[in-house]
């Protein structure tokens, strides 16, 4: 029998960004479109893309910084933010994610494998694809 407890620490893993985004091969399973076991750029702008579609419920075209908890810092958002309205348009969201993309890919090889997934830059990535 699951207990209450056991409920409780996986709805917040889930929403913490636990196992299954910290996990690099379950990212790579998830948004590998290609199947060749990496991710590049355009696999994870999709994903972002999807992620900035569900993060949006009230459908503005915008996300602010309620709706970015746990992905930006309030620091990071002012910085992505060149219009300073307080939100990030797709287009915005979007050039973060690439920030993030090549921060991940050291070897500048235009991928990220499972190893460069683990790394901190590859752990902010994830972050943002959830």
């Known amino acids: 029998m699951i207990s209450r407890r056991s ?13 299954a985004w910290s996990a690099s091969p379950n990212a790579i399973k998830m ?37 970015l908890r746990g992905r930006l810092t309030p ?7 060149p219009d300073h309205d307080g939100t990030l348009t797709l287009d915005e969201y979007l050039a973060v994610v690439e920030q993030r993309f090549n921060a991940a890919n050291p070897d500048k090889d235009g991928t990220l494998d499972a190893k460069e997934l683990k790394s901190p830059a590859g752990r902010a990535l994830l972050r943002l694809l959830k």
């Open 7 to 19: 409920i409780a620490f996986a709805v917040a893993a889930t929403l913490l960004g636990g196992p």
């Open 31 to 67: 948004f590998d479109t290609d199947n060749d076991g990496t991710l590049d750029l355009a696999e994870v702008k999709k994903a972002a893309a999807a992620a900035f579609a569900k993060l949006d419920p009230d459908h503005d075209g915008t996300l602010d910084a309620r709706e």
């Open 75 to 81: 620091k990071e958002l002012a910085a992505a933010d």
